[in-house]
């Protein structure tokens, strides 16, 4: 393209500058983190309703210590996305959109993770409240080895395509 700077080179075949790939690719963060917050809010708003429900008082002594986890881990998963829009914030209108996308990139992943804990976590607690510990231990660690094949080892093999 007639505008792109000395150095600028595409590397995956498409035609555009550095600050069009840096736009595209911020595009395409936000709407991962659409898609993330919204999870994360449902798992957080039922998070802070279960305290105020007439049982919360009959759970074990482990159980709240397992919801009070949850929720911080609710907690810290809504603040790395509002992180992300902070500095997007900071840095608006400042040309600084590629280091923002790197950043936006790894806030990104620490988010995919720890909502992935939340869940697992959610699940361990509904099913130690609803059945027994033994059947949420089980149901946790097929929610967390779900989440690790899905979210690690599933894209591993869709890069490498078929063999």
Partial sequence: ???REPGDVATDGRDETAA???DRNWTEILQEFRVTQTGTQVLAGFLLTVAFQSGFSRLHPYQQV?????????????????????LHRRMF??????ELVRAADIHLKLMLTLLSILTAGVVFFLFDVVTSLAIAVVAGVL???G???GMLLYPLLVVRGPR
């Fill in 1 to 3: 393209m007639a505008d």
């Fill in 20 to 22: 069009q790939r840096a």
């Fill in 66 to 86: 397992v919801y009070l986890v949850l929720v911080i881990l609710a907690a810290a998963t809504t603040t790395v996305g509002l992180v992300t829009v902070s």
């Fill in 93 to 98: 209108r400042r040309r600084h959109k590629p």
């Fill in 143 to 145: 929610v967390a080895l």
């Fill in 147 to 149: 989440m690790l094949g």
